[in-house]
C-alpha cells in the first residue's frame, strides 16, 4: 500500500505456496477517501481470481462502502493498532486515537464501534480501569452510534454484542448481534473470538472451542486470542491443554501480561501453586503492579496456604483502592482462596452492583467449585440471570 498526498495506490499478488509460483497480480488506485472502496474492489477480483463464489451477504457488503475522510480513517487505523496490544496504556492511547478520528469524521462508523471496545475492556475484570456502571454505558452509547452510521458493518454489530452479553446480560440479544456480524463478515476475527465467550457463558463449551479456532485461523499471531484459546481449554477443565496453549503463547511473545496471568490460573486449578505464584509474580514485574496481578498473587498464596504473604497484599490492594478503582471480584477471588466465604459473598454482591462483566462466566468458571455447594452461590447466579 502507498499513499501521496490525496491518493492511494494498493498492489496484491496471489502466489501459490508450493511451488512457488505467481497466479495473478493487480494495482489500484484511487482517492484517498475512498479507501474503503479501493480495498473492497481488490477483494473482490481476488475472490474472483481464485473462483470463490461470495455470498449475497458478502456481495451487499463489499458493495456498500463509502467515502472517508483520509486523516481520520488513519486516526482509527492507529487506535486499532494500540488497541490490539492490550496493555491498560495501549488502550488508553487507542481511545485517544479514536476520539480524535471521531472529531475528524462525526460519521465514521469504525471509530465509534473502536471506541465502544476500547471502552469495554477497560471496564472488563482484567483491565479494571473504571467502574462498569461508569463507563459500560459510554460503549454501549459508542456501539449503538456505530450500528445506526453503518448497519452493514460487523465490527459494529460485534461491539454491541459484546456490550448485550457482559453489561445488558441479555444473552439473546448477543446471540443475535454476533451472528449478524459474522454473517456480514465471517472473516472478521474478533467476532468469532467475542461469540466463543458468548458459547462459555451460555455453557456450551464445546461451541466455544469451535468458534475460537475459527478466530485464531483468521489471526493467528494474535496474543489475545492465542491466549484465550488457552483461557477457554480452562473453563472447559482441560487444564494440561490449556497450560500448553499459553505456554506457546508465551513463545510468540514472553512479555504479554494477561497470558501470565491466564497461566497462572491454570496452573492453581491443578494445584500447582509454586508455578502459579512465579507466573502471577512475573504478570506483577511486567505490569509494574497491575492490581489484578496482584489479588492473583494474593490469591494463589491464600491456596497455597501461606496466609500471612496473601495478607499482606490484601492489605497493598485496600491501600490502592483508596486512590483509584479496584473491581469489587478481585477482593472476592482473595477471600475465597483464604475460606473466607462470607466475606467473598460479600464482594460478589457488590460486584453485583457493580455490574461485574466477569459474572457472566459464574456458572462455568472452575476456580468458582469453592463456592458452588453454598446456597448463595444458587442466588448469584438467578440474580445474573444465568
Request: aromatic share 12%.
Amino acid at each position: 500500500v502507498q499513499s501521496y498526498e490525496d491518493k492511494v495506490r494498493i498492489t496484491a499478488q496471489l502466489i501459490k505456496a508450493s511451488p512457488e509460483s505467481l497466479l495473478w497480480s493487480g494495482s489500484y488506485d484511487d482517492d484517498q477517501k475512498d479507501v474503503l472502496t479501493l480495498i473492497n474492489e481488490v477483494t473482490q477480483s481476488i475472490a474472483k481470481e481464485i473462483e470463490i463464489k461470495l455470498s449475497p451477504a458478502e456481495e451487499r457488503r463489499l458493495g456498500s462502502a463509502y467515502s472517508v475522510n483520509p486523516d481520520a480513517y488513519r486516526l482509527y487505523l492507529h487506535g486499532r493498532y494500540h488497541w490490539n496490544k492490550r496493555t491498560p496504556e495501549s488502550i488508553a492511547k487507542s481511545i485517544e486515537f479514536f476520539q480524535q478520528a471521531i472529531e475528524a469524521d462525526l460519521a465514521l462508523a469504525p471509530a465509534y464501534s473502536g471506541l465502544a471496545d476500547a471502552f469495554a475492556l477497560f471496564g472488563s475484570l482484567e483491565y479494571g480501569v473504571y467502574p462498569p456502571k461508569e463507563i459500560m454505558p459510554k460503549a454501549k452509547e459508542a456501539a449503538l452510534t456505530a450500528v445506526r452510521l453503518d448497519p452493514s458493518l460487523a465490527e459494529a454489530h460485534t461491539s454491541l454484542a459484546n456490550i448485550r452479553l457482559f453489561y445488558d446480560w441479555d444473552w439473546e440479544a448477543a446471540k443475535r448481534e454476533f451472528e449478524k456480524a459474522i454473517e456480514l463478515n465471517p472473516n472478521y476475527a474478533t467476532a468469532h473470538h467475542w461469540f466463543a465467550n458468548y458459547f462459555v457463558v451460555v455453557g456450551k463449551l464445546n461451541e466455544a472451542r469451535k468458534e475460537i479456532k475459527k478466530a485464531l485461523d483468521l489471526d493467528p499471531n494474535s496474543l489475545v486470542i492465542n491466549t484465550d484459546v488457552g483461557w477457554i481449554y480452562q473453563h472447559s477443565r482441560k487444564y494440561d491443554e490449556a497450560i500448553a496453549q499459553i505456554q506457546s503463547t508465551l513463545k510468540l511473545e514472553p512479555n504479554f501480561i494477561q497470558a501470565h496471568l491466564a497461566l497462572g490460573f491454570a496452573y492453581c486449578l491443578q494445584n500447582k501453586h509454586e508455578e502459579a505464584i512465579q507466573s502471577f509474580q512475573t504478570a506483577r514485574k511486567l505490569s509494574n503492579g497491575y492490581p489484578l496481578s496482584i489479588a492473583a498473587l494474593s490469591y494463589a498464596l491464600a491456596i497455597s496456604e501461606q496466609e500471612s504473604q496473601s495478607l499482606e497484599l490484601l492489605d497493598q490492594l485496600n491501600e490502592i483502592s483508596m486512590e483509584q478503582y479496584i473491581p469489587a471480584l478481585y477482593f472476592a477471588l482473595i477471600h475465597m482462596g483464604l475460606g473466607n466465604n462470607d466475606r467473598a459473598f460479600e464482594w460478589i454482591d457488590k460486584a453485583i452492583q457493580e455490574r461485574s462483566a466477569y459474572l457472566a462466566y459464574f456458572a462455568v468458571d472452575p476456580k468458582l467449585d469453592r463456592l458452588r455447594s453454598n446456597p448463595r452461590f444458587s442466588e448469584v447466579i438467578r440474580r445474573i440471570g444465568l
